[in-house]
């Protein structure tokens, strides 16, 4: 059974400081997503992760994957307080199209 | 810009009613998924759909769910008779990927609905 773990699950800090993300997955996987979803709001897309060592920047924000190790991190570089809201993760597995979410981690950037 | 619209934005019902809960994709989309999502808890996948049939399914899309494109722009879930336990916020999503049959494509990326919250009494 695909399982995604994400950590930390809640994550509070002080703008401009750096810190990162992990989600982890327990099995092979097509592609890695990560999602960012604001209080009472859709999902919004942020990365989709295909291959190995792949590795996509948007603003502070920067996600990689690592199939061998099956984890992806996102990196959050000078948080601003605008990146608060609840990032997700979640794992298309390979041998279908079942996507599994992380329980998503909870980040709250102190002005 | 194109955007995944979703009616109605909060249905309220009673235990034992039927709901439809309706989805207009991208147009140019043609993978097509449902999820749920319980207050404050993770994102649930329930199915996928390509290709005018279910693609995946996951344990809670049982007997009581359906899906349906009965047109070219709609995208419906029904579910049969609602329980307590089926109050949350209903999200489709639709995308370009084409799924099994197609390779993987890596602009991949699912645009999701504002959601429809689903309460049921």
């Known amino acids: 059974e695909l399982k995604v773990e994400q950590n930390p699950l809640f994550l509070s800090m002080q703008e401009g400081k750096n810190y990162t993300i992990y989600c982890n997955y327990s099995t092979t996987s097509d592609r890695l997503y990560w999602y960012r979803q604001d209080p009472g709001k859709s999902l919004e897309s942020l990365f989709v992760l295909l291959s190995n060592g792949a590795v996509k920047q948007e603003g502070r924000l920067m996600a990689s994957l690592d199939t061998k190790a099956r984890l992806s991190t996102l990196h959050i570089t000078a948080a601003v307080h605008d990146l608060s809201a609840t990032y997700f993760c979640a794992v298309d597995r390979d041998r279908d199209d079942k996507i599994i979410f992380g329980k998503g981690t909870r980040l709250h950037i102190l002005p | 810009e194109p955007e995944v619209t979703q009616t109605p934005s909060h249905q309220v019902t009673q235990m034992g009613q039927e709901v439809i809960l309706r989805c207009v994709p991208i147009?140019?989309?043609?993978?097509f998924y449902w999820y749920r999502q319980i207050l404050g808890q993770k994102v649930e996948f329930l199915v996928s759909f390509y290709n005018n049939e279910i693609s995946e399914k996951s344990e809670i899309f049982d007997d009581q769910f359906s899906v349906e494109r009965p047109d070219g722009s709609n995208f419906t879930l029904k579910i049969r008779s609602t329980k307590l336990e089926d109050s949350a916020m209903y999200f489709c999503a639709s995308s370009v990927y084409t799924g099994l049959a197609g390779g993987l494509v890596d602009t991949d990326t699912q645009y999701f609905g504002p959601g429809t919250r689903l309460t049921v009494l």
């Open positions: 147009s140019n989309h043609l993978y």
